[in-house]
């Protein structure tokens, strides 16, 4: 939890001397409490404030960074409710395989999720990790097939098994991916934790209850070791529910670090509904990986999207580049809509233009990420603002034709747009783009 100024003073040396560039020890307190001073700008900050102030400073979920480039990232929250400021970095989904599936039937499942893509909104959704579960007793066919799967997807894994030596050899043999390790109870995560530590790897930290996990990881970090997850397993979809919440208040409300680290929780049984039930509870509520149990696109697209709806920042709306997009293959006299740039509206432009069957230029304004109406109502979707834009890009020198078509709800705008972009002619489309593809089809054929 955050310290106060006052609590932050009482840590300093309060001798007023300045050397900070604060007039006294207070006032750079308070510039600590604000984060907008370092302690290392006090030379005589004692030992016992750099260990406190470091320990207030870590987010209370600890940031995870998994994968050879270490760029899928975990935790690092500092929030409950994503309207406080915002979800940091979204629940990672994973796809299970066994290590004794049938060769061909491996094969097939690595090929979809390598070359599975969503397109949504401007952004490319993949699928992030790879789950490899041993159900057979060879270590070394285990480790087999979990760098098979590793060269394969090039994602990090989640290694999962009762045999503590499969685990280690499998862990050996994708050392540098900085996967995840998971046993099956809490005396297999102790004797894991050299093979973690050995190989770079995170460890899940498996228990029956939250109190036995707490003190597990306490117990570990202890020990210097703190790349850790919360694994409590053999518990219903309620109750995972219900622990997941705990824990997360208690990492943000009370700083309490044994339980500030992110989950992970496997989906092994039920069907599909069930499945889906079960990863829409782990993406709303604080999940941290979520293993699904089987390679299927109606699980995934609804669940991507349902996750990407949650960890946007509710703040910043979705923006695309403010630019002038072809649409299909646009000849110089192709005619030219405008639209803003909040990419929902953007693709939905675009894609009826697109269904129409004509190319076409769409000149898309800085609009700070705004639907039409609220742009225009906020100035930033005017006749003159529009014609700015077009003058930045040279737009003149990109098209030859001078028919510029707006959306139907600014038609207010034409007559401004005209006298801002002299020789231009300011058609007025449709209010819905719904209705873009009769218009083109009525007045553009
Ligand atoms: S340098 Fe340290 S001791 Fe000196 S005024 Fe700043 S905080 Fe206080």
Redesign the pocket.
């Given at each position: 939890m955050a310290l106060t100024g006052l609590q932050i003073q009482k840590l300093?040396?309060?001798?007023?001397?300045?050397?900070?560039?604060?007039?006294?020890?207070l006032?750079?307190?308070m510039k600590l409490a604000a984060k907008k001073a370092d302690l290392s700008?006090?030379?005589?900050?004692s030992e016992e404030a750099k260990r406190v102030l470091g320990a207030a400073s870590e987010p209370p979920v600890k940031l995870l960074e998994l994968g050879e480039t270490k760029s899928l990232k975990l935790g690092d929250e500092t929030v409950l409710y994503r309207h406080e400021k915002t979800f940091v970095n979204q629940t990672a989904l994973a796809i299970n395989i066994a290590d004794n599936d049938d060769p061909a039937r491996i094969d097939t499942i690595l090929a979809h999720i390598r070359d599975y893509k969503l397109e949504r909104v401007g952004e490319t959704l993949i699928i992030d990790m790879v789950c490899v579960t041993q159900t057979g007793s060879d270590a070394e066919h285990y480790a087999r097939i979990a760098n098979k799967v590793r060269e394969s997807v090039k994602r990090p894994l989640v290694l999962r098994s009762n045999n503590p030596e499969g685990l280690r050899a499998a862990g050996k043999a994708v050392s540098g991916s900085n996967s995840v390790l998971v046993a099956a109870d809490a005396d297999q995560t102790r004797k894991l934790l050299a093979t973690a530590q050995e190989f770079g790897h995170a460890l899940a930290v498996t228990a029956d209850s939250l109190d036995e996990l707490a003190a597990l990881t306490a117990e570990i970090k202890e020990k210097g070791f703190n790349e850790l997850l919360l694994h409590i397993h053999s518990q219903s979809p309620a109750e995972q529910w219900q622990s997941r919440t705990i824990a997360r208040r208690a990492a943000i409300l009370d700083n309490f670090k044994p339980l500030g680290y992110p989950g992970i929780h496997f989906i092994d049984k039920g069907d599909l509904f069930a499945a889906a039930v079960e990863a829409i509870g782990e993406i709303c509520k604080y999940g941290g990986i979520c293993v699904l149990p089987t390679f299927d696109t109606a699980l995934l697209a609804p669940l991507m999207t349902l996750r990407m709806n949650i960890f946007t920042d509710p703040q910043k709306p979705i923006q695309v580049e403010p630019k002038l997009y072809p649409i299909g293959e646009p000849k110089a006299d192709s005619p030219v809509f405008v639209t803003t740039n909040f990419s929902l509206t953007y693709f939905i432009v675009s894609g009826e233009i697109e269904n129409s069957g004509i190319s076409a230029w769409l000149l898309v304004p800085e609009c700070e990420g705004m639907s039409v109406l609220t742009a225009w109502a906020a100035g930033k979707f005017s006749g003159a603002q529009i014609a700015k834009f077009a003058k930045e890009i040279d737009l003149e020198s990109q098209v030859s034709s001078r028919k510029i078509i707006i959306p139907g709800y600014v038609a207010q705008i034409s007559g401004e747009l005209e006298e801002s972009m002299p020789g231009w002619q300011a058609l007025v489309g449709p209010q819905e783009a719904a209705d873009l593809e009769s218009f083109i089809k009525a007045k553009l054929n």
């Open positions: 300093l040396p309060k001798t007023n001397c300045k050397e900070c560039g604060s007039n006294t020890c006032a750079f307190a700008q006090c030379p005589y900050a």
